[in-house]
């Protein structure tokens, strides 16, 4: 194996195009994170500093880690892989690259003086730096049959006369792109705000759109022209995913989170996807009750850290800390959150 580099997203080396789509590994393997869009898309949406780290045998990847350099004056410095999406970490074709790779992300750590390293896998690797572990999240996925049709008879009755209840009401679907980023944001912002979340900034929605190009739309529901839902849909390898998805609350009385849910399952499958992604959820909590009534089943999210000051658990939305912010946030105009939020975000790993 030739030696591991650390390639910054600047360079003109950057490229996944020798190992997109066409090495499988047997130790941790490729993952929906792992195309050249999304680090892209991170980095100019987000203004974040990016890396990867490959490793090469006789010219061919054989893996790689993408990095990205997460900095705020709030919370401090962290190096992730990779922020807003839920999968990312090392890929390799065995465990001696697996193991040199992690070698190098945490010397990358260390240079940067990061609190901690976060490697979002779906699989455990063994590594003397990785000092905590987390796997109490879980992808929620949902694999597609054929038709549109057939997943309609797939669901039990009561979902399927929630379903009819929503269509009752009226609402319309529309889907778009940048020209639909308006609607989508205004939902998207109210929604954050009601959950006490600080509000990713719309330039990286645009830059997902942009960097996605055909393989990325927005969805958004409208009653009496009203936008009160809406969602962003990724299709990529066989798979939609669907990283952010919000809907007004006064209208959920009125099924249109559910109607939208449907709409984005129909889309998934005319787009040919054979697996619907719903994005991670703690087991039992509200919103892994309502992917599971979809019929999706929970998969592994174990993501490891090579911690290097204070503790992971502090960034977590449920520590006491946090939960009081969230109070605070909460009470706060929209207009305001649109402005301050983005910059609080943007360096929260």
Request: charged letters at 20%.
């Amino acid at each position: 194996m030739n030696e591991t580099e650390v390639i910054p997203l600047d360079s003109n080396k950057w490229s996944f195009a020798e190992s997109q789509g066409s090495i499988q590994s047997n130790i941790l393997p490729q993952l929906h994170a792992h195309v050249p869009a999304w680090i892209d898309a991170l980095n100019s949406g987000l203004g974040h500093q990016a890396y990867v780290i490959r490793a090469a045998d006789l010219g061919k990847t054989i893996g790689e880690i993408p990095l990205v350099f997460v900095k705020g004056p709030i919370f401090g410095k962290f190096l992730c892989s990779l922020p807003y999406i839920n999968t990312g970490g090392a890929w390799a074709l065995n465990d001696e690259t697996c193991s040199a790779l992690i070698d190098r992300a945490c010397d990358l750590a260390d240079s940067l003086d990061v609190r901690y390293l976060e490697l979002r896998h779906e699989k455990s690797f063994s590594h003397a730096k990785l000092n905590v572990e987390r796997s109490d999240k879980v992808h929620m996925r949902l694999s597609l049959p054929d038709s549109d049709e057939a997943l309609d008879k797939s669901f039990k009755s009561k979902l399927r006369s929630q379903i009819r209840k929503s269509v009752s009401h009226n609402h319309s679907v529309k889907w778009g792109s940048h020209n639909a980023l308006d609607d989508f944001y205004s939902i998207f912002a109210v929604n954050m705000r009601d959950l006490g979340t600080p509000v990713f900034p719309r330039q990286l929605f645009a830059a997902i759109l942009s960097e996605f190009g055909d393989e990325a739309e927005l969805c958004i529901v409208e009653n009496g022209g009203k936008p009160v839902a809406g969602a962003l849909l990724v299709h990529s390898n066989g798979t939609t995913e669907v990283p952010s998805a919000s809907s007004l609350r006064s209208w959920n009385p009125k099924g249109a989170n559910m109607f939208m849910y449907r709409q984005l399952l129909a889309r998934a499958i005319r787009r040919g996807s054979h697996t619907f992604d719903f994005g991670r959820s703690s087991v039992d909590s509200g919103t892994y009750k309502f992917k599971t009534q979809w019929g999706a089943k929970p998969h592994p999210a174990i993501w490891q850290y090579y911690v290097r000051k204070g503790s992971a658990d502090e960034m977590r939305p449920d520590s006491e800390r946090n939960q009081k912010l969230v109070k605070i946030w909460q009470r706060l105009p929209v207009w305001l959150t649109k402005i301050i939020g983005p910059p609080i975000v943007r360096g929260i790993p």
